[in-house]
């Protein structure tokens, strides 16, 4: 039997953004944090970089300012970048008191002095090493330290195993009045869909990359608050730039394993397999240009030359200098039969940041009342067309401090909505044909990759089109007749975010950033500044 569940936040998403808010909250309210899967099972979990913040005395606020917004492209907001790269330095200090433990020297050196003996990195696009980081697995010291300090609060209630269907409205008719007033919840482990009633509501999903074939991105990374806020009516925002990552190993035993961009920004060279080095030819910054570049440049070689991948060498530094910065990967390296330290290791480009998604102001707040959205699943205007590296755990930390900040100030005033109709599946039945949606998964995630992927053509968006609204159409069809299953309700809203995506691309006439159109090479002028923003047709009612 399906419950009710009422706390006044409802946070969707148990990654950097949604358990930094939570905590952020929990002292001044009851705060519900859920997670599809286990609570580790998301992207922060896989981020192996580090966090980008003014921490040398000889970095500034204006370099870092001026380095995000020139790998953005042109489309940067910079009134959102200053306030990200302001409150940088706080939360990295935030994190240190939630017992988040970065890598320091052991011995202060002149290239890598921050205050507090931490060791920075130096990632593309970045003019200062200014990457604080855990070795090469912050994400996942991150995710640990604020899953133990969520896990001891007397305020926050986590929810493993449970995935958002969709948001409730507390009417239909007004879009001026409508407010989120909770969420239909499916209890995964239970096999039920419960209700969860809320005063505030966050989306704090993350992104879409699964939509491609590969991926450096964990399994749930479906889009599904991107695909919720659009049903719900949410506009979105500049879907057309999908970053891939341009050092993803290539090794069939694991697809989504990545080489951290720390390897280039600590000397590592790219190569061809006869060992000549290639990036001179497409940047001066070589292999420390912004990753659309770098990727732009793989990509080129590959089908130049038919190749199933390019090498990422560092053997040339120090072994001992590698082993102790790259842990994690010497480790993965070595269990497939490289040795980092020796020779160069295979690798591919791999869809990794939605740089697009619900649009979303400098408190999160989005286009309905009481539903807000941070991190990788908002729109602020940070990223531009092509995000900087490192800037990603940063965004999550800075815009879940401003979301709570505004949320507890409006708390007070929230009353609970309580004529919520419980989910009804009295005309469904249970699916006998699940082959249908692991087709329709297999399908969408190819034709995307092919067609929609680092260097696209308006034909090939086109053909693109045809097929996702030709699949969106049995998905409808599908939704409406069977219960739901977690792949079902995956696979719904990757349909609806590719389709998003396509229509982004298609409306972009003009080479920008992560979004290269063969049909149009050059950056137009005319579209400086402009970004590609979706209003949905009309306000979906709930089911």
């Not at 949410?234 to 697809?255: D, G, I, K, S």
């Not at 929609?452 to 053909?463: A, K, S, Y």
Request: aromatic residues 8%; hydrophobic residues 35%; charged residues 25%.
């Amino acid at each position: 039997m399906s419950k009710i569940h009422d706390f006044d936040v409802l946070i969707i998403g148990s990654g950097a953004a949604g358990l930094s808010l939570g905590l952020k909250l929990a002292d001044q309210a009851k705060v519900a944090i859920l997670s599809k899967n286990k609570l580790s099972e998301g992207s922060t979990s896989w981020a192996q970089g580090g966090i980008a913040a003014v921490l040398d005395n000889r970095d500034t606020t204006d370099s870092h300012i001026k380095d995000t917004m020139i790998a953005g492209a042109g489309l940067c907001h910079l009134d959102t970048v200053t306030f990200v790269v302001e409150n940088a330095r706080k939360s990295i200090d935030w994190l240190v008191n939630q017992g988040v433990s970065f890598t320091k020297e052991s011995k202060v050196k002149k290239d890598v002095f921050v205050d507090g003996d931490y060791h920075l990195t130096k990632e593309g696009g970045h003019s200062f090493r200014r990457v604080i980081h855990a070795t090469d697995a912050t994400g996942q010291e991150v995710q640990q330290s604020l899953e133990t300090r969520a896990k001891k609060h007397p305020n926050i209630t986590l929810f493993e195993n449970h995935m958002t269907v969709d948001l409730i409205s507390n009417q239909k008719s007004d879009p001026k009045k409508r407010r989120c007033v909770g969420a239909y919840v499916f209890d995964t482990k239970h096999n039920r869909i419960d209700v969860f009633r809320a005063k505030a509501t966050v989306l704090a999903t993350g992104g879409a990359s699964r939509v491609y074939l590969y991926t450096s991105n964990p399994d749930g990374s479906t889009g599904d608050g991107i695909a919720m806020a659009w049903r719900f009516g949410c506009r979105v925002a500049n879907m057309e730039f999908n970053q891939f990552h341009p050092t993803c190993l290539y090794h069939p035993e694991t697809r989504t394993f990545l080489l951290t961009e720390a390897l280039r920004g600590e000397g590592a060279y790219l190569r061809l397999p006869d060992g000549e080095r290639f990036m001179g030819r497409f940047d001066d910054r070589l292999e420390l240009a912004p990753r659309d570049i770098v990727a732009r440049a793989i990509d080129h070689e590959m089908k130049r030359l038919g190749i199933d991948c390019v090498y990422l060498d560092i053997s040339h530094k120090n072994k001992k200098f590698i082993i102790e910065h790259f842990p994690t990967i010497y480790n993965r390296c070595l269990s497939l039969g490289y040795d980092l330290t020796k020779q160069p290791i295979p690798v591919v480009p791999a869809a990794h940041y939605t740089c697009g998604g619900v649009m979303a102001n400098n408190s999160g707040q989005t286009d309905i009342s009481n539903l807000y959205a941070i991190g990788e699943v908002a729109h602020t205007g940070l990223h531009g067309a092509n995000r900087m590296a490192s800037n990603s755990l940063l965004e999550c930390l800075v815009y879940a401090d401003a979301a709570a900040k505004n949320i507890l100030s409006h708390l007070k005033k929230e009353k609970l909505f309580d004529k919520i109709k419980p989910w009804d599946e009295s005309r469904v039945m249970d699916s006998d044909e699940d082959v249908v949606v692991a087709h329709n998964w297999s399908e969408l995630r190819h034709f995307m990759w092919d067609y929609v992927g680092i260097v696209r053509t308006t034909r090939r968006l086109e053909r693109a089109a045809r097929r996702v609204h030709m699949l969106a159409s049995e998905i409808r069809e599908y939704y409406s007749n069977f219960r739901v299953t977690p792949d079902l309700l995956e696979l719904r809203n990757l349909v609806e975010v590719a389709d998003l995506i396509i229509r982004s691309a298609l409306s972009r006439t003009e080479s920008r950033g992560l979004h290269y159109m063969l049909d149009y090479p050059d950056t137009d002028p005319l579209m400086e500044g402009r970004d590609t923003i979706l209003k949905p047709p009309r306000m979906p009612s709930d089911k």
